[in-house]
């Protein structure tokens, strides 16, 4: 496949790990904050080829993974209430919220679909007027832009049983809680090449020159990846800050206009609960007033959820990079992808889904 | 209670109470299902073999291999054939897996009410040519209706019953460290078809289900060297999850190429675009064998020169340890788990 | 985050006063929204993700960046600096 097959090339891979092992002098931390990534360096099996002086860790960037406890709970709660057609993308269905998830309540009777696009949801609503469409809009920056269009075309096509429940985030915000954490070890980051794609990376020089830390925007083959370890290496080892631009076929420094003006149109900044993590100011998107009648919080009624977390469950530690899934002693044993207690055990992409799946005994690394 | 990460004793996600749809996808789900509740309420030794039919002793040295399948799917007409070619593949292919020479179907019909008869005439028509293909008779069968919107048209059940030869000694529990793998050819091809035939995730394809009767390939195969050691379809669950179980049988560790492993670059493309993994696809005319390493070429050789076995190749080997693991050696030189598949198949966006 | 596949665009169309196209991702036809790639044109590839094509794949740039990757790669072999191919023994089980 054309754009994809010459970024698995093992030759090219692997001579651009023999530059990065030339290059290394000392050990680095580095963090990609991509699901996408991360699902990628651990079923290429791509971090036992890299030098074991790079420490890979895996930041909060599975949407699925960070969306809070409380937002899981009104969607499960609107998805169990009669007339309704909860629609979400895949992953969605099997986190789990305080007391269940999406799945069962499929199973017991609701309505729940998953769709492979926004506009496939707006087209049910479009095909059942008298029922009540919901549709779970998450997502960073990548997805905000169908999720918003989503909106507009219900607007143009006049649906007013069509509405949206947002949990948007964004990742510059997200930076600086990692990088201003005390905590913080990451050296280096790979930055989420599809969400620069929309937003451009002109956010993140600033941040990079506040906490002293390189960046690379990377993309999502074993390729991309090692060239956005080689050129965060190449900057650790010449003490330079810079944001550089390791996913050029795609990624812009301005980003992608049209896309940004749907988001500014439809969306603006609020502040947001990651999962894990806790309140992130101004770290997400909610509707603007005038899409109010878009807003699922508003149409149903929602406002009184508990959320409980699961006390075992440590995968704030796990999104913040400051603990490895194997360090879990829930991993594995209470914790399982059939039995998830946490977010980052459900999504494909969260960091001890992939863990299990592709590395449980091949030993810790 | 806010979010706090004490030690503490959570309870996991039940999903004990309720079937759900990753029940019936052919991984972890399932197993855990079968294992919980039909295993020890059912139990007795043929049906602890865990394997695709239950081998059974007849007395004076008499054995036969039983098999019973089940089929569900939707929509009932795919490219590359419908229900009732499944049904017959389906449990042709399990029995033969156990190295029986198939014989005898027997299947039972729960038809929905309001179905039309010229589209069960075509599920029947179909079932007699692919049983034909494969040389077996249906011998036996039944009928209910089900009310209106209860049965998704058709659903059918087929059993299967075929006699081995004395002697003959093939299960998921047979591997050897040392064996080679052998995979008949591509992945994927049946699940993606009825996925695109299904049309909720709106895409086209040219690919077709791959469902064909495969007990004439085994025979060849069999002919070619008795030295074969396991043998299985890949049906639900796809490779990944029929490997994960003949390692855990054998107690073995099959170890894979993801460089050898036959994908159809439009198999490949819609997994792609969905986040698919054609390792957890199901496939309905292909089978793994697992054999003796001196014999591997000439069972290659009589699979290539027979229909359904033209594009067979080598995909692995089995070692020693770790005991019920499989491995991948992936396209860019890295090893990775192969798990089985856990619940159902979702598209994802991360 | 971010599940985006590269397709070939094959078709351009509007629906519901919204640009649309049919993508070919390699044997497997969609439709995509281009709203976003309102300068699209038939037979530029972009990255699709839920759907919507995020941006147009530069093509030119995505060869430079190849050519370069394997020049250095070439040049690294005539110099004996052998990339290494096999993984650490130890890193398996």
Same mark, same amino acid.
Not at chain 1, 271 to 278: A, F, Q
Not at chain 2, 110 to 138: F, K, Q
Not at chain 3, 51 to 72: K, V
């Given at each position: 496949?054309?754009?994809?097959?010459?970024?698995?090339?093992?030759?090219?891979?692997?001579?651009?790990?023999?530059?990065?092992?030339?290059?290394?002098?000392?050990?680095?931390?580095?963090?990609?904050?991509?699901?996408?990534?991360?699902?990628?360096?651990?079923?290429?099996?791509?971090?036992?080829?890299?030098?074991?002086?790079?420490?890979?860790?895996?930041?909060?960037?599975?949407?699925?993974?960070?969306?809070? &406890?409380? &937002?899981?709970?009104?969607?499960?709660?609107?998805?169990?209430?009669?007339?309704?057609?909860?629609?979400?993308?895949?992953?969605?269905?099997?986190?789990?919220?305080?007391?269940?998830?999406?799945?069962?309540?499929?199973?017991?009777?609701?309505?729940?679909?998953?769709?492979?696009?926004?506009?496939?949801?707006?087209?049910?609503?479009?095909?059942?007027?008298?029922?009540?469409?919901?549709?779970?809009?998450?997502?960073?920056?990548?997805?905000?832009?169908?999720?918003?269009?989503?909106?507009? *075309?219900?607007?143009?096509?006049?649906?007013?049983?069509?509405?949206?429940?947002?949990?948007?985030?964004?990742?510059?915000?997200? &930076?600086?809680?990692?990088?201003?954490?005390?905590?913080?070890?990451?050296?280096?980051?790979?930055?989420?090449?599809?969400?620069?794609?929309?937003?451009?990376?002109?956010?993140?020089?600033?941040?990079?020159?506040?906490?002293?830390?390189?960046?690379?925007?990377?993309?999502?083959?074993?390729?991309?990846?090692?060239?956005?370890?080689?050129?965060?290496?190449?900057?650790?080892?010449?003490?330079?800050?810079?944001?550089? =631009?390791?996913?050029?076929?795609?990624?812009?420094?301005?980003? =992608?206009?049209?896309?940004?003006?749907?988001? =500014?149109?439809?969306?603006?900044?609020?502040?947001?609960?990651?999962?894990?993590?806790?309140?992130?100011?101004?770290?997400?998107?909610?509707?603007?007033?005038?899409?109010?009648?878009?807003?699922?919080?508003?149409?149903?009624?929602?406002?009184?959820?508990?959320? *409980?977390?699961?006390?075992?469950?440590?995968?704030?530690?796990?999104?913040?990079? &400051?603990?490895?899934?194997?360090?879990?002693?829930?991993?594995?044993?209470?914790?399982?992808?059939?039995?998830?207690?946490?977010?980052?055990?459900?999504?494909?992409?969260?960091?001890?889904?992939?863990?299990?799946?592709?590395?449980?005994?091949?030993?810790?690394? | 209670?806010? $979010?706090?990460?004490?030690?503490?004793?959570?309870?996991?996600?039940?999903?004990?109470?309720?079937?759900?749809?990753?029940?019936?996808?052919?991984?972890?789900?399932?197993?855990?299902?079968? /294992?919980?509740?039909?295993?020890?309420?059912?139990?007795?030794?043929?049906?602890?073999?865990?394997?695709?039919?239950?081998?059974?002793?007849?007395?004076?040295?008499?054995?036969?291999?039983?098999?019973?399948?089940?089929?569900?799917?939707?929509?009932?007409?795919?490219?590359?054939?419908?229900?009732?070619?499944?049904?017959?593949?389906?449990?042709?292919?399990?029995?033969?897996? /156990?190295?029986?020479?198939?014989?005898?179907?027997?299947?039972?019909?729960?038809?929905?009410?309001?179905?039309? %008869?010229?589209?069960?005439?075509?599920?029947?028509? /179909?079932?007699?040519?692919?049983?034909?293909?494969?040389?077996?008779?249906?011998?036996?069968?039944?009928?209910? #209706?089900?009310?209106?919107?209860?049965?998704?048209? %058709?659903?059918?059940?087929?059993?299967?019953?075929?006699?081995?030869?004395?002697?003959?000694?093939?299960?998921?529990?047979?591997?050897?460290?040392?064996? %080679?793998?052998?995979?008949?050819?591509?992945? @994927?091809?049946?699940?993606?078809? #009825?996925?695109?035939?299904?049309?909720?995730?709106?895409?086209?394809?040219?690919?077709?289900?791959?469902?064909?009767?495969?007990?004439?390939?085994?025979?060849?195969?069999?002919?070619?060297?008795?030295?074969?050691?396991?043998?299985?379809?890949?049906?639900?669950?796809?490779?990944?999850?029929?490997?994960?179980? $003949?390692? @855990?049988?054998?107690?073995?560790?099959?170890?894979?190429?993801?460089?050898?492993?036959?994908?159809?670059?439009?198999?490949?493309?819609?997994?792609?675009?969905? @986040?698919?993994?054609?390792?957890?696809?199901?496939?309905?005319?292909?089978?793994?064998?697992?054999?003796?390493?001196?014999?591997?070429?000439?069972?290659?050789?009589?699979?290539?020169?027979?229909?359904?076995?033209?594009?067979?190749?080598? $995909?692995?080997?089995?070692?020693?340890?770790?005991?019920?693991?499989?491995?991948?050696?992936?396209? $860019?030189?890295?090893?990775?788990?192969?798990?089985?598949?856990?619940?159902?198949?979702?598209?994802?966006?991360? | 985050?971010?599940?985006?596949?590269?397709?070939? !665009?094959?078709?351009?169309?509007?629906?519901?006063?919204?640009?649309?196209?049919?993508?070919?991702?390699?044997?497997?036809?969609?439709?995509?929204?281009?709203?976003?790639?309102? +300068?699209?044109?038939?037979?530029?590839?972009?990255?699709?993700?839920?759907?919507?094509?995020?941006?147009?794949?530069?093509?030119?740039?995505?060869? +430079?960046?190849?050519?370069?990757?394997?020049? !250095?790669?070439?040049?690294?072999?005539?110099?004996?600096?052998?990339?290494?191919?096999?993984?650490?023994?130890?890193?398996?089980?």
């Amino acid at each position: 496949m054309k754009f994809l097959d010459e970024y698995r090339d093992a030759e090219l891979v692997h001579a651009q790990i023999a530059e990065l092992k030339r290059t290394l002098t000392r050990p680095w931390v580095i963090m990609e904050i991509c699901g996408g990534q991360t699902h990628a360096i651990l079923r290429y099996g791509l971090e036992q080829l890299l030098p074991p002086e790079i420490e890979l860790v895996h930041g909060p960037g599975c949407p699925v993974c960070v969306t809070s &406890l409380e &937002l899981i709970d009104k969607a499960i709660a609107i998805a169990t209430q009669p007339g309704v057609i909860f629609i979400s993308y895949g992953d969605m269905l099997r986190v789990p919220g305080s007391h269940k998830d999406l799945f069962s309540v499929r199973s017991a009777g609701g309505d729940v679909r998953v769709v492979y696009s926004p506009l496939d949801a707006v087209r049910i609503a479009q095909q059942n007027p008298d029922k009540e469409v919901v549709f779970f809009a998450i997502g960073f920056e990548t997805t905000a832009p169908a999720n918003a269009m989503s909106v507009l *075309q219900a607007q143009v096509l006049g649906l007013t049983n069509y509405s949206i429940l947002v949990s948007q985030v964004r990742v510059p915000p997200a &930076l600086h809680a990692i990088l201003g954490s005390e905590h913080n070890r990451v050296q280096g980051f790979l930055l989420a090449g599809h969400v620069c794609a929309v937003m451009g990376y002109w956010e993140y020089p600033p941040i990079a020159a506040r906490y002293g830390i390189p960046m690379a925007v990377t993309g999502f083959e074993p390729l991309d990846i090692v060239q956005g370890i080689l050129q965060t290496v190449q900057m650790l080892e010449k003490g330079d800050v810079q944001v550089q =631009n390791a996913y050029s076929r795609l990624v812009t420094q301005s980003g =992608n206009q049209p896309a940004q003006d749907v988001i =500014n149109q439809v969306f603006e900044e609020c502040d947001r609960n990651w999962r894990g993590i806790g309140l992130i100011p101004n770290s997400g998107w909610r509707l603007q007033p005038q899409y109010a009648a878009f807003d699922a919080e508003l149409r149903f009624d929602v406002q009184d959820i508990q959320p *409980q977390e699961s006390a075992l469950c440590i995968s704030g530690l796990m999104l913040q990079g &400051l603990r490895k899934p194997f360090e879990c002693p829930a991993f594995g044993m209470q914790c399982t992808p059939e039995t998830p207690l946490g977010a980052t055990m459900v999504s494909a992409e969260g960091a001890c889904a992939a863990y299990y799946r592709y590395k449980r005994d091949l030993g810790g690394a | 209670m806010g $979010i706090t990460e004490g030690p503490a004793c959570p309870l996991p996600m039940p999903h004990h109470d309720r079937i759900i749809l990753g029940h019936g996808s052919g991984g972890k789900l399932t197993q855990e299902l079968v /294992s919980r509740l039909f295993y020890p309420c059912f139990d007795n030794p043929a049906l602890r073999q865990g394997d695709d039919s239950a081998v059974l002793n007849l007395g004076a040295g008499e054995r036969i291999a039983l098999s019973t399948d089940a089929h569900v799917v939707w929509p009932l007409f795919f490219p590359g054939g419908d229900i009732g070619r499944l049904a017959v593949c389906g449990t042709v292919n399990d029995v033969a897996m /156990s190295g029986a020479e198939v014989r005898y179907l027997s299947a039972g019909f729960i038809l929905e009410e309001g179905l039309e %008869v010229s589209i069960l005439a075509r599920i029947v028509d /179909s079932m007699r040519l692919a049983a034909e293909e494969a040389g077996v008779y249906i011998v036996a069968g039944d009928t209910k #209706v089900v009310q209106r919107g209860k049965a998704d048209g %058709v659903y059918i059940t087929a059993a299967g019953v075929g006699l081995l030869p004395a002697g003959r000694q093939i299960g998921g529990a047979q591997a050897q460290p040392g064996d %080679v793998v052998l995979l008949s050819g591509s992945l @994927g091809d049946h699940g993606i078809a #009825v996925l695109a035939a299904r049309g909720e995730l709106g895409f086209e394809t040219a690919v077709s289900s791959d469902v064909a009767p495969l007990n004439h390939l085994v025979a060849a195969m069999l002919q070619a060297s008795p030295n074969i050691h396991v043998l299985r379809d890949p049906t639900r669950g796809g490779l990944g999850t029929t490997l994960n179980e $003949i390692a @855990g049988q054998s107690r073995v560790c099959i170890q894979i190429d993801e460089n050898a492993l036959p994908v159809r670059p439009e198999v490949a493309a819609a997994c792609e675009m969905l @986040g698919f993994d054609p390792l957890y696809i199901a496939n309905e005319g292909k089978l793994v064998a697992i054999v003796a390493p001196q014999d591997a070429e000439r069972i290659l050789q009589a699979m290539r020169r027979t229909r359904y076995g033209e594009e067979a190749l080598r $995909i692995g080997e089995v070692l020693p340890a770790p005991s019920g693991r499989v491995l991948m050696r992936t396209r $860019i030189g890295g090893t990775r788990l192969v798990d089985r598949l856990s619940g159902e198949l979702l598209p994802r966006i991360c | 985050m971010c599940l985006g596949v590269p397709a070939k !665009i094959i078709e351009i169309y509007t629906q519901n006063s919204l640009l649309m196209g049919k993508v070919d991702f390699g044997g497997v036809l969609r439709e995509a929204c281009l709203a976003y790639v309102p +300068e699209a044109k038939v037979g530029d590839y972009a990255i699709i993700h839920v759907g919507f094509a995020l941006n147009l794949l530069d093509e030119a740039e995505a060869q +430079e960046t190849l050519d370069t990757l394997r020049s !250095i790669m070439d040049l690294g072999d005539e110099l004996g600096l052998q990339p290494d191919l096999q993984p650490p023994a130890e890193s398996v089980a």
